[in-house]
């Protein structure tokens, strides 16, 4: 079954551009390690919640957009020595190329499929 990392970030509406720049990139250095598929997703429909929601984790400020993304993977085995080579490489070196979004309020995580219907 396949790996999947999940994220979520709050980006600013201004840097929508820069980000899908970037993302593309990433997503390049993703697949040539090995992941399957690359998935970046700009909110159109993410509601504020009351308790809990997609803009309170990402502490979204006026003038971002909340982003979904997820990295798919052939198996937990690829993606751990994936995402080693991934944050080797030159691009993802955020002292030389930084995200455009603040990283300290992305939230992350990895997860195994248990239903792919």
Same mark, same amino acid.
């Given at each position: 079954?396949p790996? +999947?990392?999940g994220m979520l970030?709050?980006?600013? @509406? &201004? @840097?929508?551009?820069k980000f +899908?720049?970037y993302?593309?990139?990433?997503a ?9 598929a690359?998935v970046?997703?700009? %909110?159109?429909?993410? *509601?504020?919640g009351?308790l809990? /929601?997609m ?6 400020? !006026?003038g971002e957009?909340? #982003?979904?993304?997820? +990295? #798919?993977? *052939? @198996?937990r =085995?690829t993606h751990? /020595? %994936?995402?080693?080579?991934v944050m080797? $490489?030159?691009?993802?070196?955020? &002292?030389?190329n *930084?995200? !455009?979004f603040?990283? =300290?309020?992305m +939230?992350?995580?990895?997860?195994e499929? #248990?239903? $792919?219907?």
């Amino acid at each position: 079954m396949p790996f +999947i990392d999940g994220m979520l970030a709050a980006v600013p @509406d &201004d @840097d929508k551009a820069k980000f +899908i720049e970037y993302a593309a990139a990433a997503a390049e250095v993703f697949k040539k390690h090995g992941a399957l598929a690359v998935v970046e997703n700009w %909110g159109v429909n993410v *509601p504020e919640g009351t308790l809990t /929601s997609m803009p309170m984790a990402v502490k979204c400020q !006026p003038g971002e957009t909340v #982003v979904f993304s997820w +990295i #798919v993977w *052939p @198996d937990r =085995k690829t993606h751990e /020595s %994936g995402w080693e080579k991934v944050m080797a $490489d030159p691009i993802m070196q955020t &002292d030389k190329n *930084p995200m !455009p979004f603040d990283g =300290k309020r992305m +939230i992350y995580g990895q997860f195994e499929t #248990v239903v $792919d219907a």
